[in-house]
Structure formats: structure tokens, C-alpha cells
């Protein structure tokens, strides 16, 4: 769906959902699984519908992911870093 | 215009106070003011609490179990006519100790007012049991004092199933208009705003902070004064907590709202960092896993208070058919005023034991 503007440069690797996602430096993680196909990277709190991330810019909060085990994290304002372990956020964060 | 009820302010109070004079069947037009007017309405923290209510006038700690006994019909009844769910959840309340003085201190309040006001199962539960019934406790927390009745509601979700719910019943919500002038005959009022008109055979001053300019306009005192209030809200979270606690709460939404300061501030409505600091210190010695939970939003609004905090209301003997309607907890007394205040003003008289709410007691000198 998505494709690059700009040529590949060095690769960094990321997991995701145990899956490896390959990105480019200077992705944020919703840019690089955008590009990996990946769309629904969480359901909502109340209803448990399915979201993608929407503004890219940090507004919307439609992008909350579990990223290094913290939850309620913005994938759009999260660069990516080797080795990352990002997870699909299910409902709300949980914190206790 | 002409109605048989005006309310000047459309706040919980006033709000309350239309929609239960229209469900009576009166005809009724609410006056509101702009965006920008104080409105304790739309900052507050939604506690339907009773436990600490009314410590020194049992009329009022009574009338706060009443509201809260009636809460569930007014919430069921304007779900039922608006589709707005206020979200009404009494689960039973918690006000957490964090030191022995503490603790003393709040059983001693407990015990004063069940000597006073009667038992409604508020009792104070030690450290262990309240490990037992709330996950993730600090170790700071000695006990807490908990009330099986108290509980919380949505206060945005309230206000406007009240305003729509007058609309429905035929009445009038009449925004951005600044009530300056009042023309008062017994049982004959003339409500002025620029060239409008409107007439009524009662009128009910529930205008906040506004009330003290009215009330005099129709030989009533409501000498109230602002207490500044802030309030912490995080981001949304598992729902973690089955009761509603006096400074936290976990909304049907999962956000966490910490509350909520009482500051002398004039009308300065802005917040600051060191009183945030110490309501997010406290709140988070009593759940400590709170310490990663980011904020997402925090404000201040204005509490509507009176010299002694207690409720005024009042009819008018100068003008009768003229009431005065205020308190500091608007959410709480919702249930009370739209059913048994509004019912009350529609017939014309209230009831003998309101005496004790009457302004007439800050004419006593006090000792
Ligand atoms: C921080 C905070 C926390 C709170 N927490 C709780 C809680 O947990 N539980 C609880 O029960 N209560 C709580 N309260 C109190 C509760 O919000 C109020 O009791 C409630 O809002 C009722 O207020 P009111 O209707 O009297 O005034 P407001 O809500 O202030 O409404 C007054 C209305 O009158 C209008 N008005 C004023 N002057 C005029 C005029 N001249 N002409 C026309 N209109 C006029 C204003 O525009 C306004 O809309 C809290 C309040 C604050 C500030
Ligand atoms: S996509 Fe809108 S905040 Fe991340």
C-alpha cells in the first residue's frame, strides 16, 4: 500500500508480534510497519474496534502501541532502534 | 416570554433544578450565560459522595443520602428520555490514611457524625483488609475510612442529559445571555437581558458565582465565594479499581482523574505545578504504579462556595415565589434537587426542615 519516496540506506531490525520488520534510520515504528503492511496495530479500549494509525504527526492518538514493554506508547512519534520489541496494544494500557 | 418557572443558570444546580420543574410539568426557561462564563459544571471531579457530607448539620448529611438514594431513578429516568447515560456507579467509597493521625482523625469524624446524623455503614478499614480489596496499594496507606454508598458519575455526561432532557420536556435553554436585571413583584418576575423579556411566576437563582450579584435583586443573600480546584487526568488504563475513592477515580472510559485541591484564589482559574505536584504525590503513595501512567490533561475550575460550605436554599419573603438554590457539590445533590427541591419550587413552598439551609444562619454570631 505504502512504498519509500527516498532509496533504501543501512538497515535497522525490529520485532514485531515476534515478527522481524526491516526499517530505514530516521522511520518512526508506525512509518516502518506501515511499510511492512501492517495496518491494525491496536483495538480500542471500549469497543475493541480495530485502529491504523491516522495523523502521523502525534495529534490523534490512534496510534498507541506496547513498545519495550510500555504501554500507550505513540508508534508515529516513536523513532525505530535495533532490536526494539514492539507489540500490538489490545484495549487499554495495563498498568496494575 | 412568560413561564411558570425561570432558573437563572445553567449549571448542575440549575440544570437539575429546570429539568425536575419540568418533569413536574411546569413550563420552564434556563438561563445561561457564554463559553467563557465560570461554570463549576464543567470542571468538577463527579464524585456522588456522602460520607464526609454534612459533618455539624445533619439536615444536610441527610439530604446528601437522600440525593444519593435518588440518584439511580434520575439517572435511569433521563437515559431512558435523552439516550445520555450519566454514567451513575455506586460502588462504594474509600478516603485512604496515609499516616495514624490520619486514620484517628477520620474515625473520629465517623463516629461524630454517626452520633449526629445516624449509620450508613461507614467504617474504618485497616491495612490488611484494604489490601484485600483493592489491588496494587502503597505501603505508606495505614487504612482508609469506606462508605458503601458513595460513588461517582460522568459530570459532562449529566449536564447535558439534563439540558436535553428540559428541551424534550418542552422547555426553553436559553445560552449567552447575562442576566443584570430583575424586576420583582410577589409571585410576578421580569427577567431583563438587553431588550428581552421574559416573565415568570417563580424564579430560581442557581447562577454559581453569579448568585451573589442576583440575589439581592429579589431579597435574597447568596454570599458565595470561589475555592479554586485542580484536577489531574491520565491517560487511559485497564481498569484496575472497583470502588471510587475520595482524591482518585478510574472513569467507564479507563482515564484516571486525581483531584482535587482546594486553593483561595480569587477567580484566577489557571493551574500550577507545585499543587499538581502534591496531588499526584499523594495519589501515587496510595498506588504507586501510577508513577508510569502519563497525564494527558489537567485544569482548574472554580468550587461555588458559601461562608460555611453547607447549601443555601431559601425562598424569598420579600418576593415570595423568588429561590435561592447553591451548594459545593452539584453532582452529588443532582438527584435531590431535580426530584425533591424542583417539586418543592413548582409547589410553591419548601419543606419545614429547610429552614436549617436558610442564609438567615450567617447572621448568628458565631463563637
Ligand atoms: C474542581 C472541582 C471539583 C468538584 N468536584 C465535585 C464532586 O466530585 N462532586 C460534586 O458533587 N461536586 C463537585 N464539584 C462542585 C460542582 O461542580 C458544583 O456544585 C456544580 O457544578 C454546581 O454548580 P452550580 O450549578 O451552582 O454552578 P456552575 O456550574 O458554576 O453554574 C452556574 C451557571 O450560572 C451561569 N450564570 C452565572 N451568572 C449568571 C447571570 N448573571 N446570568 C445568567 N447566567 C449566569 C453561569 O454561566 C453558569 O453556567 C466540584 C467543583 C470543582 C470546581
Ligand atoms: S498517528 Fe496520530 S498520534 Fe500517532
Redesign the interface.
Known sequence: MFRRIEPAAADIRFSYEGREIVAQPGDSVATALLLAGETSLRTT??SGSARAPYCMMGVCFECLMEIDG?G?RQACLTPVKAGMQVQRQR?????? | MAYDVIVIGGGLVGGAIAWGAAAKGASVALIDQGDIAFRAARGNFGLVWVQSKGAGMPAYAHWTRASAELWPELADTLAGATGVDAALRQRGGLAFCLTDAELEERASLLTRMHNESGDIGTRIVDRDEIRAMVPGIGDRVVGASFCPIDGEAHPLHLLRALHSGLLRLGGDYLPGRTVDAIDAAPNSFTVRIGAERFIAEKLVIAAGLGSRELAPLVGLRMPVTPLRGQIIVTERLRPFLDYTCHTLRQTVEGLVMMGDSQEDAGFDTSVGVPVLRTMAERNTAVFPALKEASIVRVWAALRVMSPDGFPIYEQSERYPGAFAATCHSGVTLAGAHALALAPAIVAGELPEHFAAFSARRFDVPTH
Open positions: 479500549p471500549i510500555v500507550n484495549g487499554a494500557r495495563e498498568l496494575l
